[in-house]
């Protein structure tokens, strides 16, 4: 959560703690003037997706506010609650931060009745900072898992640090747990909130069952399924997504809608628009009528996977999978990649484009288990591999692309897209900043463990 690089000096330190500190204060003072009701999520991964179905559901009854990007840190948060973006190393822009609070200290503005805040820990300590300005009423809690591993030493005390949120619930809260995650579940043991489950276990309180993935070979129509509470069930349609593992998200949102009186009907509805985000596993128009599959935000052996399990649910005349390096993963890096060679054919890939140095190994275990020569393609660099694409893509072809933020895959879908001027609206990594910056190989690449 602290994002501090090791050479920060003392001083710059310094600043950014008196910084944190003001920005406490000044979210405090917001707080206790407004009183809006403050929805919280932790997780170790989903609470994006989960903040933007949350927010997508409360909005058709409320005024809401959500955190935006990666605001979910000790800066983050209070930006969010004062509505307004980071000053960064501008003064200027900092004094418009402070006259944006002042102006909601002082004039009576509609400010929103709900804040749906991600609360992002990286550290032991960071979910108690957080909480000692953010008096959370509906607790969310997605799912434990070993990010920041290296900070909190066991999963066991990543799991302790999240269900602080949990925990200090009030009896008149509301605590939204994941049925499917043990760890997760037994945080209930640790709340005087009411608690509402979700999932698709089948003790859990908002349940998702018969589960269909609609698509033929010209049209992907995302995911139905029948949604139950308390022996009501609404069949739900979910257009928009294509992964299995985004339904959750869309599950606790109707939890937090159906703790706060919501009626089934007005959450299906809602959730009817619920969308991954971009770069996760979204599908977008590309040139050539042919259907891209975005998943450039980052990946992990795990995404990846998961990555290839959709791509296997879908149809179509070819499928093309575009991977980058999946970048920080040590010195058993190569074998990680290697390792996928079995979960990319069963994928059904007609045709393999791999990126970067370590997708090498991967180029090379496809080979061995028999892919053919002619359907396999190793590119240095991703601005090589679109060059390469632009000649062998075809008409009605499926496109997935993946890779680690650092590979810069976003590049390739942008240049793929029916309407490249829409990268901005429609992919991950979008700011001038980033954009600016060209391509640079890994510095991991020349590395050796």
């Not at 795990?302 to 791509?311: D, I, K």
């Not at 991703?382 to 890779?403: F, H, M, N, W, Y």
């Amino acid at each position: 959560m602290k994002n501090q690089s090791n050479l920060e000096t003392p001083m710059a330190f310094s600043k950014r703690n008196i910084l944190q500190k003001i920005l406490r204060t000044m979210a405090q003072t917001v707080i206790r003037k407004y009183k809006p009701l403050i929805v919280g999520i932790t997780g170790s991964v989903g609470k994006s997706s989960t903040k933007d179905a949350v927010a997508l559901v409360l909005s058709s009854e409320y005024r809401v506010w959500k955190s935006e990007g990666n605001y979910n840190n000790e800066l983050g948060v209070p930006l969010t609650i004062i509505g307004a973006r980071s000053g960064g190393r501008s003064l200027l822009r900092w004094m418009g931060v402070f006259f944006r609070w002042l102006f909601l200290l002082v004039w009576p503005v509609k400010y929103p009745e709900v804040l749906v805040l991600e609360l992002g820990i990286d550290r032991p300590g960071d979910m108690e900072y957080l909480l000692s300005f953010v008096p959370v009423t509906v607790g969310i809690a997605t799912n434990i898992s070993s990010s920041h591993i290296a900070y909190f030493g066991s999963i066991g005390n990543i799991a302790r640090e999240k269900g602080k949120l949990i925990s200090s619930l009030s009896e008149s809260g509301f605590a939204i747990l994941n049925a499917d995650d043990p760890r997760t579940l037994k945080m209930r043991e640790r709340t005087e909130a009411k608690v509402i489950t979700y999932g698709f276990d089948e003790k859990a309180d908002v349940r998702a069952d018969n589960l269909l993935f609609h698509r033929d070979a010209k049209r992907v129509e995302g995911f139905s399924f029948k949604l139950n509470f308390e022996g009501k069930t609404i069949p739900l349609r979910l257009p928009k997504l294509v992964a299995r593992h985004h339904i959750p998200a869309a599950l606790a949102a109707a939890g937090v809608g159906l703790a706060l009186k919501l009626n089934l009907v007005e959450i299906a509805e809602a959730l009817e628009d619920f969308e991954p985000l971009p770069g996760r596993l979204r599908l977008l128009p590309g040139n050539n009528d042919t259907i891209l599959l975005d998943d450039t935000y980052n990946a992990s052996p795990a995404s990846t996977r998961a990555a290839f399990s959709v791509m296997q649910e879908m149809i179509a005349p070819r499928k093309v999978v575009v991977l980058g390096d999946m970048l920080e993963l040590g010195p058993e890096s190569n074998r990680e990649h290697a390792t996928l060679a079995n979960a990319l054919q069963e994928s059904g890939a007609h045709v393999v484009v791999l990126v970067g140095q370590h997708m090498r190994s991967l180029h090379e275990a496809l080979l061995e288990d028999g892919f053919s020569r002619k359907q396999l393609l190793w590119m240095p660099d991703p601005l090589s591999a679109l060059q390469s694409l632009l000649q062998i893509t075809r008409e009605g072809d499926l496109i997935l692309v993946k890779g680690s933020r650092g590979m810069r895959m976003e590049i390739v879908v942008e240049q793929l897209l029916t309407d490249p001027a829409l990268a901005k609206e429609l992919l991950c990594c979008q700011s001038h900043e980033w954009r600016s910056k060209p391509f640079s190989p890994p510095s991991e690449w020349t590395e050796e463990y």
